[in-house]
Nanobody, 114 residues
Framework: QVQLVESGGGLVQPGGSLRLSCAAS????????MGWYRQAPGKQRELVAT???????NYADSVKGRFTISRDNAKNTVYLQMNSLKPEDTAVYYC????????WGQGTQVTVSS
């Protein structure tokens, strides 16, 4: 089992920044990839960014140049630094850890509004 807890969401103005954190616990040795996904009301969950155990990263086109995914192995934590936030970034952001199966966090709300 892997447990994931997201934090760092909140309300920011357009152009602002947030840093999301995802702390993993449990069988962390089995994790091969971690990522951030988001889901806005009425829309399907979509990939935001992923990072592999080898620190290879992948980003959705909509966030390239604005978001950065990183990891701290000592803390078993992945981060999503979100800059230049836009209203369309408003969503619940979920952390995912991939082993032989996928584990999901509970999500953290990000609202970008003036």
């Amino acid at each position: 089992q892997v447990q994931l807890v997201e934090s760092g969401g909140g309300l920011v103005q357009p152009g602002g920044s947030l840093r999301l954190s995802c702390a993993a616990s449990g069988n962390i040795f089995s994790i091969s990839l971690m990522g951030w996904y988001r889901q806005a009301p009425g829309k399907q969950r979509e990939l935001v960014a992923t990072i592999t155990s080898g620190d290879n990263t992948n980003y959705a086109d909509s966030v390239k140049g604005r978001f950065t995914i990183s990891r701290d192995n000592a803390k078993n934590t992945v981060y999503l630094q979100m800059n230049s936030l836009k209203p369309e970034d408003t969503a619940v952001y979920y952390c995912k850890a991939t082993t032989v199966i996928n584990f999901w966090g509970q999500g953290t709300q990000v609202t970008v509004s003036s």
